[in-house]
């Protein structure tokens, strides 16, 4: 019923800005909250960050704080992840997610709806 479909990664350098879309169909008329996870080889997924179904609250998880800004256009039904000041440490598979809580979950059993990745690799 729901799919999500993220693009935008890729190989960039340690400094270098990126910007992820997740794009959203089926069920778009739903209100969902969205969400950005991120996976590393060897590592748990963990949370990035959240918005609500407006866009008028944000979630942030500690380690990409003041360097990402999470936002949507839901005329466009995406959600979109801007990575500025990218780290080595940032180098994952990055997943959008919905969620038909409407909560900022940081918490992936949260969310209902998962895309399948998109790659970015930040070389030093």
């Known amino acids: 019923q729901v799919q999500l479909v993220e693009s935008g990664g890729g190989l960039v350098q340690t400094g270098d800005s990126l910007r992820l879309s997740c794009v959203i169909s089926g069920r778009t008329f739903s209100r969902y909250y969205m969400g950005w996870f991120r996976q590393a080889p060897g590592k748990e997924r963990e949370f990035v960050a959240a918005?609500?179904?407006?866009?008028?609250?944000?979630s942030y998880a500690d380690s990409v704080k003041g360097r990402c800004t999470i936002s949507r256009d839901n005329a466009k039904n995406t959600v979109y992840l801007q990575m500025n000041s990218l780290k080595p440490e940032d180098t994952a598979v990055y997943y959008c997610?919905?969620?038909?809580?409407?909560?900022?979950?940081?918490?992936?059993?949260?969310?209902?709806?998962w895309g399948q990745g998109t790659q970015v690799t930040v070389s030093s």
């Open positions: 997610a919905a969620n038909t809580r409407l909560r900022l979950g940081i918490q992936g059993r949260e969310y209902d709806y």
């Open positions: 918005i609500s179904y407006r866009g008028g609250s944000t």
